[in-house]
């Protein structure tokens, strides 16, 4: 690999992406993406369909091997280390610690059908982190009236709205600590009029002060919450800032015609 081996020293950085790569086979969908994220930033990240945000932030959270590049979190490169200026593949332990400080919402709720709310969210914790259960379900249930849901615990999910489910899935990234959000279109699944109350918990989330990238297509929910918007296309950053500028007075071409084609 060819990289950029500078190290991350500034302290408030979180996540620092240097030159990242990644190929599928022939297909390169990302061409050298460089960006910070600071703690307690609230990054949005948007782009047309096929553009590689999805890719981007499964890299971050190591589903898939980045093929060339690197990325830190918290000052630590994920997924191989550096001893004697070589490069090393963590190990599976190494990586499950890595991975055990990151939480993702994905598009589709991803809940265990036959396990109730309450075991949903108690899961992790209990089975990867050896939480006791008495303190695990304590936790499920303040998380669970952080989203709103506190008596909807002994539920299944199919008993609920697609709404309370994305709340769930919320609460049960959260129910393993994380100090990082990945978030990849977490309401595109969602009836319109659910939408809200899923991005309500979010603005929540973020006013408390939780790091999160946020991949999504609602505009206002950028402008309004984003620290930083980022536009991709193509696996390349291709504008960054301000909602008020990326947002109101895009500065590129293919910025100003995604945002033609979105609603808002
Ligand atoms: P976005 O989330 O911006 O829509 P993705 O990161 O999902 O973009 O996909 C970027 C490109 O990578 C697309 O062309 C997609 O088809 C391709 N891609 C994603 N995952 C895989 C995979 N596992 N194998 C092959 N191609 C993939
Ligand atoms: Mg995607």
Redesign the pocket.
């Known amino acids: 690999m060819t990289v950029d081996t500078g190290s991350a020293t500034k302290a408030d950085v979180q996540v620092r992406a240097v030159d990242v790569r990644k190929s599928?086979?022939s297909?390169e969908?990302?061409k050298g993406i460089n960006l910070e994220v600071d703690r307690g930033e609230v990054v949005c990240l948007l782009?047309?369909?096929?553009?590689?945000?999805?890719?981007?932030?499964?890299l971050i959270n190591q589903m898939?091997t980045i093929t060339a590049g690197r990325i830190y979190v918290d000052g630590e490169l994920i997924g191989i280390e550096e001893r004697d200026g070589k490069l090393y593949q963590r190990t599976d332990k190494d990586i499950a610690r890595q991975r055990s400080s990151i939480g993702m919402v994905f598009q589709r709720f991803n809940l265990f059908p036959h396990k109730t709310v309450l075991e949903n969210i108690t899961e992790a914790p209990i089975v990867v982190k050896k939480v006791a259960r008495p303190q695990a379900e304590a936790r499920a249930r303040e998380l669970l009236a952080q989203v709103g849901l506190a008596d909807r615990e002994s539920s299944y999910p199919s008993h609920l709205s697609g709404g309370q489910q994305q709340r769930v899935a919320i609460a049960r990234a959260l129910a393993m600590e994380p100090d990082l959000m990945l978030f990849?279109?977490p309401t595109s699944a969602l009836d319109p009029e659910l939408v809200g109350e899923v991005l309500t918990v979010m603005k929540d989330l973020a006013a408390k002060g939780m790091t999160m990238i946020v991949?999504t297509h609602e505009i206002a929910f950028a402008r309004e919450v984003a620290d930083r918007v980022i536009f991709?296309d193509g696996?390349v950053v291709v504008e960054q800032g301000p909602a008020s500028q990326v947002i109101d007075h895009p500065r590129e071409e293919r910025t100003k015609a995604f945002l033609g084609r979105v609603k808002h």
Request: net charge negative; charged share 20%.
């Open positions: 599928f086979g297909l969908v990302l782009g047309p369909s096929g553009s590689g945000k999805t890719t981007f932030l499964r898939e990849d279109e991949v991709m696996g």
